[in-house]
């Protein structure tokens, strides 16, 4: 079956540095998603990863290890906006995202 | 403003009865996508179309039913609705790349009673 993992929940300090993780098994590869999504509203997209390596934006980056099935989203300089819900979402060979189920960063002053 | 609209934005429904959720985008965006949220679970597609005039079943279809007779709009029907169908509903449209990103529209609060 398809699977994407990442943790329920996080907390983190303003201003701090926080990474959130994404482990996948899925029939077929084409590509990882990140996207936002704050309390009650639709969800926004981040980054997108294809390659192996570090795709950096601003405060965020994501990083891609394709043999490992395994990816990261690093948010620098938390700020309070930053709570919201992180969405992993992989490409699978017939085009089709399938999603993880979030993980909730709670940021605290 | 650009983007995806969704009707209604919430609604309560008792079992059994009909109901279409309306989506239309103005991107000019070929995918169209329908998705449900469920507390604790991922998004998980029901149906989707690669470009006007084609549709497919996603990961739960059943009990859902989609038409695509334009670009701009991809309703969802539940022919009779049930509770288990309460949730959130998402459409979504990407251009014309697989690896596209996909826009959300706002969401519809369905609960089923």
């Known amino acids: 079956g398809q699977n994407i993992d990442q943790p329920t929940e996080m907390t983190a300090t303003e201003g701090a540095i926080v990474q959130i993780n994404c482990t996948y098994q899925?029939?077929?590869?084409?590509?990882l998603f990140w996207y936002q999504q704050h309390a009650g509203e639709a969800p926004t997209f981040l980054s997108y990863?294809?390659l192996d390596g570090l795709e950096e934006k601003g405060r965020f980056s994501s990083f891609l290890s394709r043999s490992k099935g395994y990816s990261y989203l690093l948010l620098k300089e938390l700020q309070m906006k930053d709570s919201a819900s992180y969405l992993c979402?992989?490409?699978?060979?017939?085009?089709?995202?399938?999603w993880g189920a979030g993980t909730k960063l709670i940021i605290k002053p | 403003i650009a983007g995806i609209t969704q009707a209604p934005t919430s609604q309560i429904l008792a079992a059994g009865r009909r109901m279409t959720l309306r989506c239309t985008q103005d991107?000019?965006?070929?995918?169209m996508y329908w998705y449900r949220q469920d507390l604790g679970l991922g998004l998980r597609l029901i149906h989707y179309?690669?470009?006007?005039?084609?549709?497919g079943k996603g990961e739960v279809p059943d009990g859902y039913s989609v038409s695509r007779a334009n670009t701009d709009d991809f309703p969802l029907t539940l022919a009779s609705a049930v509770p288990s169908q309460t949730s959130v509903y998402f459409c979504?449209?990407?251009?014309?790349?697989?690896?596209?990103?996909?826009?959300f529209g706002p969401g519809t609060r369905l609960t089923v009673l």
């Open positions: 991107m000019r965006h070929n995918a």
């Open positions: 979402a992989v490409m699978d060979s017939n085009y089709q995202l399938i």
């Open positions: 979504a449209s990407r251009a014309t790349s697989v690896t596209d990103t996909q826009y």
């Open positions: 990863n294809v």
């Open positions: 899925t029939s077929g590869f084409n590509g």
């Open positions: 179309s690669n470009t006007a005039g084609t549709t």
